[in-house]
């Protein structure tokens, strides 16, 4: 069977069970995102900053070969139009040799990890952390197949419970004293959690590899994958690099205080979207006139949520940074109010990355995060002569002068609904312009009522805009309309149908770009 609609399964049952999975994975998302405030509120009163410094030492080096963990191939697994059992088989055993390689180049890397910072106990630590390696390597393709299946609710549980377990086993390891053994328990232990749990739920063993199977496709796919999150990882740090190189440790802090404030939230709420689009946008990436319509629907709802919040915060950026982090960093608000734009656009272009990896084009990917790379880079060094300041403008405008070209570039290799996203995006940007002008002006004229009062007013006005819009403006309300049949269609859904695997047969000639 191919990766379209399951038999029995009638496109507004597929609409309903998308919806329903985009709903439950960012529930999900929420409730991890809660837990690991618990974990920070509870473990900072038993852990000092030097425990933390430590964990922090080895995870600089650890997040490095996060990037290489499943060499892509999850995705790769996802997007086949077809999965023979013998080609699941290869991957999974592909996957744990990856994990055991990473673990044991932690291993060895941790003498060198020690002797940089100059702290022997950082052996014992960074060479019991790579056990995660080996374990998420073993969990990469059974997490894969329930994602193929579309079995979001039981993602969504296996991953709040695992965080929920992780954070058990540190809270009592920081309680009997073990310090920062507490966090790379934690981290462990989520490790080895999710995979009972993903084991349980997939009901899946794999058998051991058998030679004849075509796999070109998947590894190729990998590849192009793992180049494009390294060149992206390059470039996404490049405006820290600067800023220590040239500015300092101060005005550092001062973008760093932003960027934890605005984008680490923003893209955990970014990365369960996009794990539900990618498999569903891959089982109807033959059905051109369904996809495109998914596509345009996921930017409409993009846009009138996350983008909608971002406007608002870059509107009340003041009020905002006054009441998160204190009076005293009130300089944070211009770096704040330029990594609201750099977001806006990154969320409106993540509908061209489901495109580019549900399609399985993934060298054209990579082709794409090079020149966007170059001009990220680019544009942070020329902002640098300006501050701190101007690195966030030189950020921002990467993504705003890349989005027109990304969309040019897929187009050449994939057909893509271009002038509705087009025009969806102008619509967007200006009401959500109009939206934070608005808020903004709430918050200048609130100004002696205090951060609360400024911020509620910001609400309001920005709200007040919205409904506007949508009562004078018949795009707007077809729009807003759009949303909520989705966020009606994520309620009414049914259980989703599963995916099947096929029979022995080749996955390459078509299966994958």
């Known amino acids: 069977?191919?990766?379209?609609?399951?038999?029995?399964?009638?496109?507004?049952?597929?609409?309903?069970?998308?919806?329903?999975?985009?709903?439950?994975?960012?529930?999900?998302?929420?409730?991890?995102?809660?837990?690991?405030?618990?974990?920070?509120?509870?473990?900072?009163?038993?852990?000092?900053?030097?425990?933390?410094?430590?964990?922090?030492?080895?995870?600089?080096?650890?997040?490095?070969?996060?990037?290489?963990?499943?060499?892509?191939?999850?995705?790769?697994?996802?997007?086949?139009?077809?999965?023979?059992?013998?080609?699941?088989?290869?991957?999974?055993?592909?996957?744990?040799?990856?994990?055991?390689?990473?673990?044991?180049?932690i291993f060895g890397l941790a003498y060198l990890i020690a002797a940089l910072?100059?702290?022997?106990?950082?052996?014992?630590?960074?060479?019991?952390?790579?056990?995660?390696?080996?374990?998420?390597?073993?969990?990469?393709?059974?997490?894969?197949?329930?994602?193929?299946?579309?079995?979001?609710?039981?993602?969504?549980?296996?991953?709040?419970?695992?965080?929920?377990?992780?954070?058990?086993?540190?809270?009592v390891f920081a309680v009997v004293g073990a310090g920062y053994w507490a966090l790379a328990w934690q981290m462990v232990t989520l490790s080895f959690a999710t995979l009972i749990l993903v084991l349980i739920a997939s009901r899946w063993l794999p058998r051991l590899p058998r030679r004849g199977v075509d796999m070109r496709g998947f590894y190729r796919f990998g590849w192009n994958m793992v180049a494009t999150q390294l060149v992206g990882y390059a470039a996404n740090n490049t405006d820290s690099f600067v800023i220590g190189l040239r500015l300092g440790a101060a005005p550092l802090g001062i973008y760093s205080r932003g960027f934890q404030l605005l984008m680490n939230p923003l893209n955990q709420l970014r990365a369960p979207v996009t794990r539900v689009a990618i498999p569903v946008l891959s089982r109807i990436q033959d059905q051109q006139a369904r996809f495109d319509s998914y596509v345009v629907r996921g930017q409409v709802a993009l846009g009138y949520t996350l983008v909608a919040g971002l406007g608002l915060?870059?509107?009340?950026?003041?009020?905002?940074?006054?009441?998160?982090?204190?009076?005293?960093?009130?300089?944070?608000?211009?770096?704040?109010?330029?990594?609201?734009?750099?977001?806006?656009?990154?969320?409106?272009?993540?509908?061209?990355?489901?495109?580019?990896?549900?399609?399985?084009?993934?060298?054209?990917?990579?082709?794409?995060?090079?020149?966007?790379?170059?001009?990220?880079?680019?544009?942070?060094?020329?902002?640098?002569?300006?501050?701190?300041?101007?690195?966030?403008?030189g950020f921002a405008l990467e993504p705003v002068v890349s989005w027109p070209l990304s969309l040019w570039w897929l187009n050449r290799w994939a057909p893509i609904p271009i002038r509705k996203?087009?025009?969806?995006?102008?619509?967007?940007?200006?009401?959500?312009?109009?939206?934070?002008?608005?808020?903004?002006?709430?918050?200048?004229?609130?100004?002696?009522?205090?951060?609360?009062?400024?911020?509620?007013?910001?609400?309001?006005a920005d709200l007040a805009v919205y409904g506007l819009a949508a009562l004078v403006i018949p795009a707007v309300r077809r729009d807003l309309r759009m949303v909520l049949s989705i966020v009606s269609a994520a309620r009414r859904s049914k259980t989703p149908p599963a995916a099947s695997t096929e029979p022995d047969g080749p996955a390459d000639d078509g299966s994958l770009a």
């Open 421 to 460: 996203l087009l025009f969806g995006v102008v619509r967007i940007s200006l009401l959500t312009l109009a939206a934070g002008a608005a808020a903004y002006a709430a918050t200048v004229l609130t100004v002696g009522g205090g951060s609360v009062l400024q911020i509620l007013a910001a609400i309001v």
């Open 1 to 105: 069977m191919t990766a379209g609609t399951a038999p029995g399964t009638t496109s507004g049952d597929f609409g309903r069970h998308a919806a329903r999975g985009a709903a439950v994975t960012m529930v999900g998302q929420l409730t991890r995102i809660l837990v690991q405030v618990v974990s920070v509120v509870v473990l900072a009163r038993f852990l000092t900053p030097n425990d933390y410094g430590l964990f922090a030492m080895v995870m600089a080096v650890v997040g490095v070969s996060e990037i290489f963990r499943d060499f892509g191939l999850s995705n790769a697994a996802i997007q086949a139009k077809t999965l023979s059992d013998r080609q699941r088989d290869i991957l999974f055993w592909a996957n744990s040799g990856i994990g055991i390689a990473l673990g044991a180049i």
């Open 313 to 393: 915060v870059a509107g009340a950026a003041e009020p905002i940074v006054a009441l998160g982090l204190g009076e005293r960093w009130l300089e944070v608000a211009p770096v704040l109010r330029f990594l609201t734009v750099a977001g806006a656009f990154q969320t409106l272009a993540l509908v061209g990355y489901w495109v580019y990896v549900s399609k399985g084009l993934t060298a054209r990917l990579f082709q794409f995060t090079l020149m966007s790379a170059a001009l990220k880079i680019t544009f942070v060094l020329i902002g640098s002569n300006w501050g701190v300041v101007g690195v966030a403008a």
């Open 117 to 171: 910072y100059g702290k022997p106990e950082l052996v014992p630590l960074a060479q019991f952390m790579g056990l995660a390696f080996l374990l998420n390597g073993v969990c990469t393709q059974h997490r894969a197949s329930l994602s193929r299946s579309l079995r979001f609710t039981t993602l969504a549980v296996v991953d709040v419970a695992a965080a929920v377990i992780a954070l058990a086993v540190a809270i």
